[in-house]
């Protein structure tokens, strides 16, 4: 007679494995709400950071808006799609730096060359206006 063993009566080397989880401590999940709380208090910082730093429609920064003097090398007549697209050239500027912030995901050689063609030159000064390429 041939005996079935149960698998809750099997001898313990023959019982599967059995994985136990224990559940985090108390001070585990109150650093992973902490954690959890300030990353959503510094995206809405970003947020509202990004939101004060907005740009006019004109491609003036509101924060440049008013401030400092307006190139008067700049031509009365400027060429046809970029006449509402400026930037408000500040301390510190150059043409690279300025293309690596105003076209991050374009080639930056390109948007220089751009630049200079619209500009006249590489020489720029604070206060100057640039005009920005379109699109």
């Known amino acids: 007679m041939a005996a079935t063993m149960n698998a809750l009566h099997a001898p313990r080397d023959l019982q599967p494995y059995v994985t136990v989880t224990a ?7 109150a650093r992973r709400r902490l954690v959890a709380i300030s990353m959503l208090v ?26 400092g003097p307006a190139s008067a090398s700049q031509p009365a007549v400027l060429p046809a799609g970029v006449a509402d697209r400026f930037y408000i ?10 293309a690596r912030a105003l076209a991050p995901f374009r080639d930056v050689r390109t ?17 100057q206006r640039l005009v920005l390429p379109g699109g």
């Open 23 to 29: 559940r985090p401590s108390d001070a585990v999940v």
């Open 89 to 98: 050239v500040e301390q510190g500027d150059s043409l690279w730096s300025i």
């Open 111 to 127: 948007y220089v060359d751009e630049l200079e063609a619209l500009n006249g030159g590489t020489s720029i000064q604070p206060g």
């Open 42 to 67: 510094a995206l809405a910082f970003a947020v509202v950071l990004l939101l004060a730093i907005e740009v006019r429609p004109g491609g003036i920064p509101a924060s440049a808006a008013g401030s």
